[in-house]
Nanobody, 123 residues
């Protein structure tokens, strides 16, 4: 199993970034995928997921309306489009999967994690 997130960087408030997470070593198209983030001094939080079974998505209130998750099963990649970024979005962002499910069962059920990518929102 391998999950490699990329696309982070330094962006000004109000800017945009697109994160990508390339998966390999497992049946990506049959697994729910999620994005998490961890800010300095805070616990890791789940911010979005996308089912495989029905394509359903959901978002944490803190990012709803600004972030969009999507997946390309042909490329084994999940994306997170982030717009209207705020300084409080600064964090390390991780993608993850629940290896036992193709639908969302709760953020606590995600059990395989990739390396994170740093997002810093600052002027």
């Amino acid at each position: 199993f391998q999950l490699q997130a990329s696309g982070g960087g330094l962006v000004q408030p109000g800017g945009s970034l697109r994160l990508s997470c390339a998966a390999s070593g497992f049946a990506f198209k049959y697994r729910v995928m999620g994005w998490f983030r961890q800010a300095p001094g805070k616990e890791r939080e789940g911010i979005s997921y996308i089912n495989n079974s029905d394509g359903d998505t959901d978002y944490a209130d803190s990012v709803k309306g600004r972030f969009t998750i999507s997946r390309d099963n042909a490329k084994n990649t999940v994306y997170l489009e982030m717009n209207s970024l705020k300084p409080e979005d600064t964090a390390v962002y991780y993608c993850a999967t629940d290896v036992d499910s193709d639908y969302f069962r709760g953020y606590d059920e995600f059990d395989y994690w990739g390396q994170g990518t740093q997002v810093t929102v600052s002027s």
